[in-house]
Each structure stands twice: as structure tokens, then as C-alpha cells.
């Protein structure tokens, strides 16, 4: 069930509240056993959902989640103030540093980084024209909430906290949660969740994480928030703690940096979490984290140049492979003839392969579908390499391929001079010579190249 906090205190909250109650079909109860100023009083109930309101700003609604009928995740219809003109946003809360803004010191109200990215989907599909949508780094209470919680929020000013189609917007956005989870699904003991680190208040690259990958994002601390962390923490312990108490709130296991920090890094990684670029959370979206894990086990790191072919995407998964090591020659012939007919073919056919030069080039292992066999990957290139050379066969342990090609000597024989019919001949055109028509097979010698398999 989806719990919503309206706040009397907060103009643009209780402007979104009047949209939610014309949005639904609501049943109006009267909760007697707490007072209307702590959510008692009326109370708006609809299919999966649950509004009540409060006389208090959000972020001093510490345990709010006991006032509702046993939700799983809640939402706190919020303003956003900020010189930040149109915006309708969505952010976590908690505190890396000192609470100065309600909550606890070093402490996180529990993220749900899967609604989050549903919330910002459903944002972008009903902003209001001229307002962009966006997410915020974690700052702020409540730090205690009781369940996964996060502020939906209309901005930056009165303008936009009284403007009608923005709090439409915000309120369509809530509803469109009534069922959504609060954390994406565990796979391999993990979930596809991200603590964000760096960066301004504002957090374009986490916020195209959500948007363009099927990772979700919890908890973000700014480079703001680490200098507040570096200056309320007495020491390095109680720094760890509280960068253990964000993932354990993000219920992550994951690190994306904005930027170069190899110290906080290094920590991050003895605190048993993996730090991973973003180029990891891109390549690796639409992929199982099991199948993720192996391959990496079996060919190397997504860092180190694995990327994942189609048949790892596919609806219908493959999950069993034979790894396949392509001759280096081979294959550098056959990128050097086509490589977008190599990559094409690699891409449609591998589950994983390994690369180089950022992604670029193609170097192998192959992690090929069990059923497919080295036969295979050897009859592909060869079909490459036939584009080049006039024959391309298999001879035992050897792909065997020939070219007639122009040879200079044979040329300079029969008594053509080097220069513009050297061109000519090698380009498959006849030359006179004295009279004497030299047709091009007569200077060309067999080339052959063998690849041993």
C-alpha cells in the first residue's frame, strides 16, 4: 500500500493533495485515535492507496509511517525551493553530516530506489510544458520513517507551488506508484541498486542512470555532503559508518562515482562494496547480474573491455556457454577487411566477448552459446576474409586463404616500366607495352595466407 504525506504547513503540498482527491475515487474515513494535526481526522482512502495530513512540515515527520495502515512505501507530496525556475523532482532523505534540516546526524531514511525511477518516468510523461524534471542529491529529514519513503516535489517558487498543472502533474506521478516496489527485484544476492557519490546538489548523471538503464539509484551524496560528512565525523570509523548506513539504507551493494576519487573508493571497496563506472551500469543493463558475475569470472571485467552480446539480453536468456579464444591473426584480419560485419556478428552471436580501446575494437575470448562451436565463429570470419581473397577453404588445421594479386617483378619482366602502368595492372586493367597489350593475370602471382586454428 502507498502512503501520502500532505503537509498543511507546505502550500504546494496541500495544492497537490486537492489534486490527488480529484484524480480518484476516494473513501473518506474519520480516525479518531490520534489528532488531525498528526494525521488523524479525515482520512482519503483509494484502491492501494492512503492520504492523510499533517499540520507539521515533512521534515520534521519523523515515524510518519505509523500514523498509515501498514504501507510499503510513502511518499511525502513536497515544494521545492531553489533558483531552479519549472521543476518537478524526486529525492531520498537523510543526512551525511550534521541534521541541520531536520532528522538525525549521519543518519538515512530507508530509500526505494525502483519507485524513484518510476516516479521520474511518470514525471516526464505529465510535466507541464516549460518544467523539467530532475533528481536531488540526499539531503534533509526525516531520517526515521518507518518504510521506504522518498519527497515528490513541485518548484522552485510560489509561482509554480500555486501553479494547478504542476501539482496535477505531481499528483498523477503518486498515483502512478499505487503498485510499484520499492527496490528492484534481488538477483544474485544483490539488486540492481546504486549509492551515488559527487557531483552538485542537482545530479544529471545519476538522473540519466534512471533514466536510460534499468538501474535505480538510492541514496546521493554530493561533494557537498562529503564535506559535511568529512567535518562532522570525529574519525574514520564513524565516517565508515555512515557511508555503511547509506547503502544498507539504498539496499545496495554498488558505487557510482561522478568523479575521480580514489580515496573514497579505495574505502568503499574494503567496506566490501564494488565501485563501478558508468560505463559498467550501461553495458551491463538488460544483462542477469549472475550471468554478469561469470562472465566476468570467465572472460574479464566490464572495465577491462567485456561487453555482452545479444543472445545475454534476449528474452529468453542463455545461460550456459563454451568459451571460445579466436586467433589473434584471424581475427585481425577480418577486423582489418570489415570490422562492422565482425562486430555485427560478434554482437548477434556471443553472449560476452572481450575488447579493447574503450569498447572499440574486438579482441576475444568469445563466450559463445553452448550450442553453438568454434566451427561456427571460424565459418563467420571466413566469410569476412572472402570479401578480400578470392578463395578462403579449410585445409585441416589451417583456414587457407588466396588472392591472385599484382606482382611488380612479373611486371618489370615483361618489360613494363614502373610508374602509371604499374596503377594500371594492379588495379586489373591491360597496358601496351612496344605494341605488345600485357593483359593483367600475366603480372599476378597466387598470395596465399594460412591462420592456423
Known amino acids: 500500500m502507498l502512503a501520502v504525506v500532505v503537509s498543511r504547513a507546505d502550500e504546494a503540498s496541500v495544492h497537490v493533495g486537492e489534486q490527488l482527491r480529484e484524480l480518484a475515487d476516494w473513501t473518506e474515513t474519520t480516525d479518531d485515535s490520534r489528532p488531525d494535526a498528526d494525521g488523524g481526522g479525515t482520512v482519503y482512502r483509494t484502491d492501494e492507496v492512503e492520504l492523510r495530513e499533517f499540520d507539521d512540515w515533512h521534515l520534521e515527520l ?36 550534521e541534521a541541520e534540516f531536520g532528522g538525525d546526524a549521519g543518519q538515512f531514511a530507508r530509500a526505494c530506489p525502483n519507485a524513484q525511477r518510476e516516479v521520474v518516468s511518470a514525471l516526464t510523461e505529465y510535466a507541464p510544458d516549460g518544467y523539467e524534471v530532475g533528481v536531488e542529491c540526499t539531503h534533509h529529514g526525516p531520517t526515521s520513517v518507518g518504510v521506504p519513503s522518498m519527497f515528490v516535489e513541485v518548484g522552485s517558487a510560489e509561482a509554480q507551488w ?23 527485484p534481488r538477483e544474485n544476492g544483490s539488486r540492481r541498486h546504486l549509492v551515488g557519490f559527487g557531483g ?32 562532522w565525523a570525529d574519525d574514520d570509523a564513524e565516517r565508515e559508518a555512515v557511508l ?101 556478428w560478434v554482437d548477434s552471436n556471443a553472449l560476452a566477448f572481450g575488447t579493447e580501446q574503450s569498447g572499440t575494437v574486438v579482441t ?27 578463395s578462403v577453404e579449410r585445409e585441416g588445421g589451417e583456414l587457407v586463404a588466396r588472392e591472385e594479386t599484382f606482382d611488380p617483378d612479373l611486371a618489370r619482366t615483361t618489360g613494363v616500366p614502373e610508374g602509371p602502368k604499374f596503377g594500371k595492372l594492379s588495379a586489373g586493367h591491360p597496358v ?4 605488345d597489350k600485357i593483359e593483367p593475370d600475366r603480372v599476378q602471382r597466387e598470395r596465399i595466407r594460412r591462420f592456423t586454428l
Open 62 to 97: 519523523d515515524g510518519v509511517a505509523g500514523a498509515f495502515d501498514d504501507p510499503d512505501l510513502l511518499v511525502f507530496a513536497s515544494r521545492h525551493a531553489g533558483e531552479t525556475d519549472e521543476l518537478l523532482t524526486a529525492h531520498h532523505t537523510g543526512n551525511f553530516g
Open 162 to 184: 500555486r501553479d494547478p498543472d504542476a501539482a496535477r502533474a505531481v499528483a498523477r506521478a503518486i498515483l502512478s506508484l499505487r503498485t510499484a516496489a520499492a527496490d528492484a
Open 200 to 231: 552538485g546538489h542537482y545530479a544529471p548523471r545519476f538522473e540519466r542512470v534512471i533514466r536510460e538503464t534499468d538501474w535505480a539509484v538510492g541514496h546521493i551524496g554530493a561533494d557537498w555532503s562529503l564535506d559535511a560528512l568529512d567535518e
Open 244 to 344: 555503511d548506513g547509506a547503502f544498507d539504507a539504498s539496499a545496495a551493494d554498488y558505487a557510482l562515482l561522478e568523479d575521480d576519487r580514489p580515496d573514497l573508493a579505495a574505502t568503499l571497496e574494503r567496506l566490501g562494496y564494488r565501485v563501478v563506472e558508468e560505463t559498467f551500469v550501461r553495458e551491463t543493463t538488460g544483462v542477469p547480474l549472475e550471468l554478469v558475475e561469470a562472465l566476468e569470472a570467465a572472460v574479464t571485467q566490464v572495465g577491462d573491455g567485456l561487453r555482452f552480446g545479444d543472445p545475454a539480453t534476449a528474452a529468453e536468456r542463455r545461460t550456459d556457454w563454451t568459451l571460445v579464444e579466436p586467433p589473434a591473426d584471424l581475427l585481425s584480419e577480418a577486423a582489418g577487411i570489415d570490422a562492422e560485419a565482425l562486430r555485427e
Open 364 to 390: 576475444g575470448p568469445f563466450a559463445l552459446p553452448a550450442d553453438a562451436t568454434f566451427d561456427s565463429l571460424v565459418s563467420a570470419l571466413a566469410e569476412i576474409l572472402r570479401r578480400r581473397y578470392d
Open 432 to 435: 601496351e607495352v612496344d605494341g
